[in-house]
């Protein structure tokens, strides 16, 4: 729990990862794309304090100390969400796997929840493999790289044929959460293979899964809102936008927040700190003190109140994945008021919209 001027604020970071970039990892032959990709989140890393900065050999592979001091320990984080990403076409076990992830449940269970991940290329041993994972992990949610490569394939669209069976399978097996990739590329990724596109065609359809857009769909913000405003189960993971933007381009920053609160909403926007590409203290800390600039360019968006910030930073996605949240931190709400943030019938929203 993070304290300031009297007011708390229960921190669920939805987007972390406790990754292996290590050398010895990295797949022979493929040694340039496994050393490109870390090196692009390397980079990334640049873009917060420089008194937060990782040397680079540190930072191919945390260690677990290393997670319980970053996120519960000097972090502010009451509960971190590992969201899966597998690159077995550049590393040997995988970048962050959920086995490897899995790994911290031991000690850190009771804060820490697990996502899985598919890949609807892999066919029928996917499906026998996301039944598997989610009896063993009990996944509330997924997460999906869909400029993931794989042989030849350099990715695919949530809209194909095979992707809707994996995303009915996972809804059968209870998972209702669905973070998709969609913001900037990381090499060697095609950029185009996250475009946002897909996502307002596959929300439409499974309307009893949420799809949390990562990254907002970065550099396409404006389409990415104006469909996300129209689709009841679409949310804005803010993983990168506050980590790449607060510290390093504050300006542009406040014009991603302003389009989100106006068009999306602040009952479902989701930090996520993104572990490590950054640690999440500053971020938590930053966003909590961030006020909309009185520029007249920014005029015309709305402003972050206390409340709207603890939803944010944490009540959001306590709702969507049923984490316990301790009455104290809790916003107050009248009788005729939902009992938590972004509950909300479709046919209410699409009337407050005609």
Same mark, same amino acid.
């Given at each position: 729990?993070?304290?300031?001027? #009297? ?16 050398? =010895?990892?990295?797949?022979? #032959? ?20 420089? =008194?937060? %900065?990782?040397?680079?050999? %540190? ?5 677990? =100390? /290393?997670?319980?001091? /970053?996120?519960?320990?000097?972090? %502010? ?9 597998? !690159? ?17 449940l031991e000690k850190w269970g009771d804060r820490l929840i697990v996502n899985g991940r598919f890949d609807p290329r892999e066919g029928d041993a996917g499906l026998k493999q996301l039944e598997a994972d989610v009896k063993k992990y009990k996944h509330k949610g997924v997460k999906l790289y869909t400029a993931e490569w794989n042989g030849a394939s350099r990715g695919y669209k949530l809209t194909d044929p095979e992707c809707y069976e994996f995303l009915a399978a996972a809804q059968e097996l209870g998972i209702k959460n669905i973070h998709v990739h969609k913001g900037p590329t990381i090499w060697p990724l095609d950029k185009d293979a996250f475009d946002v596109a897909d996502v307002d065609h596959a ?11 990562? %990254? ?9 809102? *104006? ?16 980590? #790449? !933007? ?6 542009? *920053?406040?014009?991603?927040? #302003? ?7 602040? /009952? ?16 938590? =800390?930053?966003?909590?003190?961030? $006020?909309?600039?009185? /520029?007249? $360019? ?10 709207? &910030? ?8 306590? &709702? ?9 931190? $809790? ?13 909300? !019938? ?6 407050? $919209?005609?």
């Amino acid at each position: 729990m993070y304290e300031k001027d #009297g007011e708390k604020y229960f921190v669920v970071d939805s987007h972390s990862h406790f990754w292996d970039a290590s050398k =010895e990892n990295w797949v022979e #032959g493929k040694e340039q794309f496994a050393k490109g990709w870390i090196d692009c989140f390397y980079g990334y890393h640049q873009l917060g304090p420089p =008194e937060t %900065h990782w040397d680079w050999d %540190h930072y191919l592979k945390p260690s677990p =100390e /290393d997670f319980e001091r /970053d996120m519960f320990v000097e972090g %502010h984080v009451d509960y971190a969400i590992f969201q899966s990403t597998y !690159l077995k076409e550049w590393y040997k076990d995988g970048f962050n796997t959920v086995d490897q992830n899995a790994a911290l449940l031991e000690k850190w269970g009771d804060r820490l929840i697990v996502n899985g991940r598919f890949d609807p290329r892999e066919g029928d041993a996917g499906l026998k493999q996301l039944e598997a994972d989610v009896k063993k992990y009990k996944h509330k949610g997924v997460k999906l790289y869909t400029a993931e490569w794989n042989g030849a394939s350099r990715g695919y669209k949530l809209t194909d044929p095979e992707c809707y069976e994996f995303l009915a399978a996972a809804q059968e097996l209870g998972i209702k959460n669905i973070h998709v990739h969609k913001g900037p590329t990381i090499w060697p990724l095609d950029k185009d293979a996250f475009d946002v596109a897909d996502v307002d065609h596959a929300a439409t359809d499974f309307q009893g899964l949420n799809f949390i857009v990562e %990254h907002v769909g970065l550099p396409r913000i404006e389409d990415f809102c *104006f469909m996300a405003v129209q689709e009841p189960n679409v949310y804005a993971g803010l993983s990168v936008v506050v980590g #790449g !933007l607060m510290h390093a381009r504050p300006k542009f *920053f406040a014009k991603v927040m #302003g389009e989100l609160l106006f068009w999306v909403g602040e /009952d479902k926007m989701l930090f996520g700190g993104d572990y490590n590409i950054w640690v999440p203290k500053w971020q938590v =800390e930053g966003l909590v003190d961030w $006020q909309m600039p009185d /520029d007249d $360019q920014f005029a015309d968006y709305p402003r972050l109140t206390t409340a709207s &910030k603890k939803k944010i930073l944490g009540l959001n996605a306590a &709702k969507l994945y049923d984490i316990p949240v301790p009455s104290e931190l $809790q916003l107050p709400t009248a009788a005729d008021e939902a009992s938590a943030p972004g509950e909300e !019938l479709v046919e209410d929203r699409a009337g407050a $919209q005609a």
